[in-house]
């Protein structure tokens, strides 16, 4: 590590980008009552497993980087979201990108759905039209519905990472993955069955009821 200068700057180097974006904020009760759920348990033991495994067969610590079962479930929604967002909104999945905040220390559960650009791409509103509440209601629904069932099921909605050592359970490209560019985690930490029910698994996910 060396210093920038060898005094305080006055200035720093910058970039200037455009963007637009939609925040969705999750309701820390209802986060806890799902977490609480012995089936969602059952997935997050599955899911440690596989990072466990994963991170053992690197000769990484396997006890450091879990990130949660929060985090999971909140990962596979975003990412069910940019893949339907793209239908509709004018970009292109690889120009979306993905914001978690899931954090159980200081509890908050998050997503923050957003694209940026140096130039006018990042501003022409097709995000944050699809982002008022009529519109965005209407895309969680055909998200959540397109999810329940997978053309890799049941290879998919059966996947269990703790056998193979793999840092994803229910997901695959057909279904949950998104360009490496739009997700945070390379398209890790993903499980179709904590958001809506899927074949063999039906009790662990957030939106039971839909």
Known sequence: MAPLARCKPDWVLANQV???GIFIQFSE???????SLSKVREVDRMLVAGHRGWRDSRRLDPKEGYPGIRYAMLHTLSHLLIRELALEC?????????????DVANPHAGILIYTAAADSDGTLGGLVDLGKPDNLGRLLRQALNRAKVCSSDPLCSEHDPGKDRSLHAAACHACSL???TSCERSNRYLDRSLVVPVLGREEASFFALL
Request: aromatic share 12%; charged share 25%; glycine share 8%.
């Open 18 to 20: 455009h963007g637009e």
């Open 29 to 35: 009760q209802a986060i806890q009552n799902w977490e």
């Open 90 to 102: 004018g970009y292109n999945a690889a120009s979306i990108r993905e914001r978690i905040y899931a």
């Open 178 to 180: 998104v360009p490496e």
